[in-house]
């Protein structure tokens, strides 16, 4: 595995260093191998290293400090846009290196005050490395850093290393080639300078780009185990229900399941928040779904399908989206899936997993039918059953 994670690091290094994710450090990296008084090896090792460190102990840090995830994302705009002012404006770019330069010169030198700058750009470049981010997560829910993450990490860095080591050597050889370049390199950073505050303002207002790692983060979070609490906090009875639908064919008989709990811990909704209390004397269908679940995915039409169908006779539906990976805890991913699948019931965002230990969830996609009196009369686990909950809705909706 460690090998695997390695080779998978590599690759993606080397494509979010292709990626506009590079942006904001490009201009600098080019600009380092461009300058012939300063080698660009210690800019490109001392990014390496920084965001190599970070992304590794950021996140251990971050679990035992309460720093909201929002804080850390408007902390990185700010530092694009003064790095892309420091581009334009040499007085202010000299402000931001006075900290450096009053470092012991015999310390530091030209070229480890380049490995200084490339700790700097290091932290700008940290959201950029987002399959390492996927691994950090699962690290930071234990407080642990363990053999696998540091292979990815490091697979990760060298890819990104070498790719921004090309970049930062084609920078040398163009300028070794072209006078043009020379004459015009201060009007090269200030146009670099307004395309780093550009692209800063275009994150702040949510603008999209492409980003070619984010398949790739992805598929390495699927590696990765995923950190689904598995204890049950359901009732007895509850959990035996749920024990047995695992394990046996669905039926067309409704079952005494007992009541049924209410939604707990919910962090966001998709539509107007609801609660079972309020819903009391409608038949109500809970379904646990994420949205990265192909399962779940194929189950949602024939939820939709009833909702159209049994709405005007009393049925609600409520999605409990239950993440199963770290990707899938973002709200406007959430969103989007609504969105894209076409759901109209409300979905409710469980990120926490307090509902679904309540209801003693253990699989994607779980559905729980609760009659009018609160009672959960049929639990169907997987996909599949579709006739038999159906059968069970029109029961339970002519049921007085």
């Not at 530092?79 to 009053?102: C, H, S, T, Y």
């Not at 363990?146 to 060298?158: D, E, N, Q, S, Y």
């Not at 809970?286 to 709405?311: G, K, M, Q």
Request: aromatic residues 8%; proline residues 7%; neutral net charge.
């Amino acid at each position: 595995m460690d090998v695997a994670l390695v080779l998978i690091g590599l690759v993606g290094g080397v494509i979010t260093a292709l990626s506009p994710c590079i942006l904001p450090v490009l201009p600098v990296i080019f600009l380092s191998g461009a300058d012939q008084n300063r080698r660009p090896y210690p800019v490109v090792a001392g990014l390496v290293t920084s965001f190599s460190l970070l992304t590794l102990l950021g996140a251990v840090l971050l679990a035992a400090l309460p720093i909201p995830p929002g804080a850390i994302r408007w902390a990185g705009l700010v530092a694009l846009v003064l790095l892309g002012i420091g581009l334009i404006v040499p007085r202010f770019e000299a402000i931001l290196e006075a900290p450096f330069a009053r470092l012991p010169q015999r310390s530091v030198g030209r070229d480890r005050g380049g490995f200084v700058l490339g700790l700097v750009l290091g932290t700008v470049y940290v959201p950029c490395a987002g399959p390492v981010l996927a691994a950090i997560t699962v690290a930071g829910a234990t407080g642990k850093v363990g053999a696998g993450t540091v292979a990815l990490a490091v697979g990760f860095a060298v890819g990104t290393g070498v790719t921004l080591m090309i970049f930062a050597l084609a920078g040398r050889a163009v300028t070794a080639r072209v006078a043009a370049f020379r004459r015009r390199q201060r009007a090269i950073r200030v146009a670099s300078g307004v395309a780093v505050v550009l692209l800063a303002v275009g994150l702040t207002f949510d603008v999209n780009l492409p980003n070619y790692g984010t398949a790739l983060n992805h598929e390495i979070q699927r590696l990765l185990p995923a950190r689904v609490p598995t204890g049950s906090g359901a009732p007895p009875v509850l959990a035996a229900c749920v024990s047995q639908a695992l394990y046996t064919s669905p039926s067309d008989r409704a079952e005494d399941c007992g009541p049924a709990p209410a939604l707990t811990g919910i962090t966001n909704w998709v539509g107007d928040p609801v609660t079972l209390a309020r819903l009391r004397g409608k038949v109500v269908l809970v379904d646990f779904w994420t949205f990265d679940c192909i399962n779940c995915r194929h189950v949602i039409p024939h939820i939709e399908d009833w909702y159209a169908r049994y709405h005007a006779q009393g049925l609600e539906v409520i999605g409990v989206h239950t993440p199963e990976y770290s990707f899938e805890h973002e709200f406007t991913g959430v969103q989007k899936a609504v969105a894209k699948y076409g759901i109209t019931y409300p979905v409710a965002v469980d990120n926490d997993y307090k509902t679904w230990q309540t209801y003693g969830v253990q699989a994607w996609p779980s559905l729980f039918l609760v009659d009018a009196m609160g009672q959960v009369r049929h639990i169907a686990v997987g996909e599949g059953g579709y006739d038999e909950t159906e059968s069970l809705i029109r029961e339970l909706l002519t049921t007085p």
